[in-house]
């Protein structure tokens, strides 16, 4: 084996297309080199025996790794480097081999469809051998051969080969041209049927006879009826026009005879100018005889129109060519046109053109030689010899330098281009056909405007040019207006009216032309109808549609607001399950696939929903993966995709709201009636499924009726003998609810024990509703409490569990999920058993509930406890509550001992002032109740002077450093640097007050705040969960971006600057809200919920330096089309003020809005620069106030009041004055690094999310 042999063993190389050729020629060199198992896998790596030593193991283990690596050199070196490149991961032969097997074969569904249609489109081509046909259709099926199937059985696979070859052999036989239709039929009809082989080889002999290796008959195969019997040998045939009207010449070329085209001489030396006087013809004769020449060589007309032909022809008539010597004319046009190589033996091709008489028009298959081309309002179709049909895609003008053919259509699939004679004779010129060739020539002018040759018994066109007045005649037609032009002129009228409008003609001529609008397409796009859906799946459990209904705003007895079902495709049975949140959706699927996997032994196949988050949840479709389910789920926005699921839900709620209206139970039992009602359609027949109920069509069983009783009906439940005496009633009162799910019995709420009873023994009366039993008339021996006295609730509002009921009783909170029950039917006098007496050893059940808050939930904001304090909102309520009467007591002593009021006797004449009590949990973070203390303005004798910019501030400035203290009421927060005078302002307040010290900051009316070596985080995190619970948020889904969802509290604000525009929005709405923005005001608590933890964060290595951004927002709002004003303020790193707000007036232009938001930030810049200098940081440069509007910024810099800024008021440019004495300075900065912009308008979700880390919102939540 050579080296070159080594390198590179085949000749093809593998790039993907020829995989095939390629692997056969691959496989074929290993096979001979007894390579091929080590491909197969046959041949696998050697492991040591036992009987084989060490030595011998590692020589066989050498042996095979050199034939295993050497295949796989090979196979690189016959692949292109993007191929091989992919080949470093595979050790093994076998390895590399199923990889290539597996990327480069047909085996889906989409390769093999477009390899069929391929095949089937094959066809013959003009002058194609059937040698050069095969390899085309043998590709084809080589790579459609991996994916036929691999039969075990001999026998199979022998019928199997049979059948393919007849399939091939048909395939193969389609695809050949007409020529061989003789042949074609013959072997169609013959018995046995032939090989796929021997067809082939009586078509190459066939092939053989006929000579059609050469070109000459297969163009006459392929010429129409028109064209037979034509140019028999030494006759000759003439064809001209009578009555036509006479055409110019067509304009001559640089170095072109203008007579007969020739290129290798002029006019005046053609051999076969004709004379018009003598009627001879030669150069020789013209230049001699006829001193006066040049009038005869103005006997061709110049003009290139037809009136001037006329005109300059008339001192002479033409002459046109005797028949008799045409062919000694045509030998002389033929070897005056140049190179013989190329004018005779030029073979037929794409390019060649052939007279036709069977031929309307012109027509061509090769789009490239069209120099113009337009569309025509009807195409006509074109019929050819052997039947078929063929359409004309266009119009045009043919020009190449040895033709010109206006008027010329444009047919795809036509295998020659032909020259209609008949079209030709229309333009009033004559054609001449011979022995030898033929002539085109204009009578009136006698001038040649075309020759052609003698193929075969075709005549192919040398050359021909028609006269220019016919191409613009086709121009003229392409002028008209199209469809596009109607179309935009009738405004955008649709296609269907506008074809209609053609068709009537009243639109005059219109090109017809394909229309693609796309103003329409964006203006009129509807959404497309969905199909009705018919298929059913095969078997249980193959397809399972779900949906989540919810929240209703009245819970069930059991909490629940939401319920789930899942419908099987097959049988259409329903499962429900009732829902607390959504977050349980997880749980109960994995309940449901169970409860599946367990009853039916079947694992669910497909389970569709729609887009709800629940579904999207990792953990769910990781389950699914796991399970081998295949998640579907709707298009956005397209729930009709779900559509089973959602018309399943409008059935159970028209069937659970006609339970509860027929019965009278109130909206509380809606969860039971939903049960009933999934329970119920179950057991009703269906059209779809062939009237079978869905119960039947799951177990194979139809359901027991015997067993339904009246939803909401009065009953009788039998009650256990621990619970009543012998003399008491035996039996209660219930209404009925529905059937057991876990227990086989019947569901009834007992109004007296206010709990739901599952029992066999239920005697009914169907004919009575529970809830009319006020107009019972019973003994009163047998009359139960609640029948006399109006006290008891038949229906009560809380629904009280006892903590341990009876084996016969369950839960008010029904099981989520609803197991398909067959009941059995159920006696209506059940036998009276007697009493069993319960042993009296019964343990008693101790409880395990965690009585302390753990240890490592101490750090943590729990606010469960906080939920079972209420605060109450009336006198008459706290006075009932023995703990906040000692409040009451405690705060009046309070006031008593401090002076703060004193008891004295009422003036005569003089009325009392009114007062209330407000009632107030205050609590810490961790939701502990908070102690108070008082506070008044003797603060001021320890030294400490009240702030002029803020009233709950006093400071004391020593050579020891600042004290701070921020008084509210009876709250307080002393800090600074200054320890002893902290220290003395803690000893004076204890002695002049009842105060308490409850240590380092955490909270402070509702902020919390966190502390670290390094930062401070100031967060409301109680206040915004407080919030969320109150109007029932807690179990919500978050939201991205707070204009979404709009609406919170202003005071939320305070540590949420990422609400502040939208809170302003909604706080427009206030005085007289809507549903609209109540729901928005829910949607953006749920925002906040999302970010619950989020708060402020200082840092204590920033810089005291202080910077604004401001902002406006023109003409936002589009009800008074008042702008918006947005500002906010750094202290280094550190926000500390900010603001959304409308402003006042409406501005005029966009730099007004600016100039007016750059005012308001102005002030609030002045009043924070003198509050922080009461604090002891005094700013003695500018201040920086960024702004993107330059307009703004001139103006503030500019003091001559132009027209265009005189309608702004002059309260506004105070501005101008700070910015003159230096305490504020302007810089512009570009609209992407606008911080401010996040408080005047809506933004996207990733512009939200960028500015809100400019604003340095932390999370705060606990580890």
Known sequence: ?????????????????????????????????????????????????????????????EEWDSKNHQIIMWIRNTSIPFISLQFGRFDTAHALWEFLVTRYTTADLACQYQLMTSLCRQRQELGQSISAFLPQIYSIWDQLAPSEPKWLCAGDSTLFATYRDQQRLILFLMGLSNIYEPVRASLLHRIPFLTLEQAISELLSEETRLGLVSTSHVATALATPGSRGRGSSGGSRSFSASGSQPSSGSASRPNECTFCHATDHRLLTCPIQVCKTCRQRGPGHYRSDYPNNLTHRDTRPQSTTATAGVSSTASASPTLIDISDLPTLVQQIMSASGNPSTALSASIGISSWFFDSGCNNHMTSDLSIFSSKSYESSFPIVHTADGSSMTVDHVGHVSTPALSLPNTYYVRKLALNLVSIGQLCDLGLTVLFSSTGCVVQDPRTGQTLGIGRRHGRLFQLIHLHLPISTAATTSTSSSSPSFGIWHSRLGHVSLGRLRFLVSKGVLGPTINEHLDC???????????????????????????????WGPYPTSTMGGSQYFVIFVDDFSRYTWLYLLKNRSQLQQTYYDFARMIKTQFSRDIKVFRSDN??????????TFLREQGTLPHRSCPGTSQQNGRAERKHRHLLDTTRALLISSGCPESFWGEAALTAAYTINRVPSPLLGNLTPYERLYGTPPDYHSLRVFGCACFVLLQPHERTKLEPRSCLCCFLGYGIEHKGYRCWDPLSRRLRVSRHVVFWEHKMFSSLSSFQMSSSSTPPYLTDPSIDLFPEDVDVPADPPDDTL????????????????????????????????????????????????????????????????YREASTKPLWQQAMTEELQALDRTH????????????????????????RADGTVEGAIQSSSTICDLGFSASAYDSALFTRQSAHGIVLL????DDMIITGDDVHGISELQDFLHRHFEMKDLGPLSYFLGLEVSSASTRYSLTQTKYASDLLTRVGLSDCKTAS????????????????????????????????????HYATVLRILRYVKGTLFHGLHFSSQSSLQLYAYSDADWAGDPTDRRSTTGFCFFLGDSLISWRSKKQTLVARSSTEAEYRALADTTQELLWLRWLLQDMGVNHSGATVLHC????????????????????????????????????????????????????????????????????????????
């Open 612 to 621: 709800a988050q629940e579904y999207y949840d990792t953990s769910f479709l």
């Open 518 to 548: 796309q103003s329409c397409q964006l203006a009129k796009q509807p959404a497309l109808s969905f199909t009705k859906s018919t298929s059913v799946s095969s078997a249980p459990s193959a397809l399972v549609h779900s949906d989540i």
């Open 1041 to 1076: 971006t707070p204009l979404e969802l709009v609406g919170s509290l202003i005071y939320l604000t305070v540590t949420h600057p990422d609400i502040a525009h939208a809170v302003h929005l909604v706080s427009q709405f206030m005085s007289a809200p809507c549903s609209t």
């Open 811 to 874: 839960h008010v909170a029904p099981p989520p999920i609803v197991y398909p029950v067959e009941s059995s039917s159920i006696d209506p006098a059940p036998p009276v058993l007697p009493p069993i007496p319960l042993p009296s050893d019964i343990p008693v059940r101790r409880s395990t509930r965690v009585r302390e808050v753990p240890s490592y939930l101490r750090d943590y904001h729990c606010f469960s406890t906080v939920l079972a304090q209420h605060e109450p909102r009336s």
């Open 900 to 923: 703060t009021w004193d008891l004295v006797d009422l003036p005569p004449g003089k009325s009392i002032i009114e007062c209330r009590w407000v009632y107030k949990i205050k609590t």
């Open 1188 to 1263: 993107d509007n330059r307009s703004a910024i001139l103006i503030a810099h500019n003091d001559v009041f132009h027209d265009r800024t005189k309608h702004i008021d002059i309260d506004c440019h105070f501005i101008r004055q700070h910015v003159v004495r230096g305490t504020v300075h302007l810089l512009p900065i570009s609209s992407a690094d606008q911080t401010a912009d996040i408080f005047t308008k809506s933004l996207l979700p990733g512009r939200f999310d960028a500015l809100v880390t400019k604003l340095k919102l932390v999370s705060a939540k606990p580890p």
């Open 1 to 61: 084996m050579d080296k070159s042999e080594v390198s590179r063993p085949i000749i093809i190389i593998l790039d993907g297309p020829n995989y095939i050729p390629w692997s056969q020629a691959m496989s074929s060199f290993l096979k001979g080199r007894k390579l091929w198992r080590y491909v197969t896998g046959d041949i696998k790596a050697p492991t040591q025996g036992a009987a084989e030593t060490p030595t011998e193991f590692i020589a066989l283990l």
């Open 966 to 969: 921020l008084l509210y009421v």
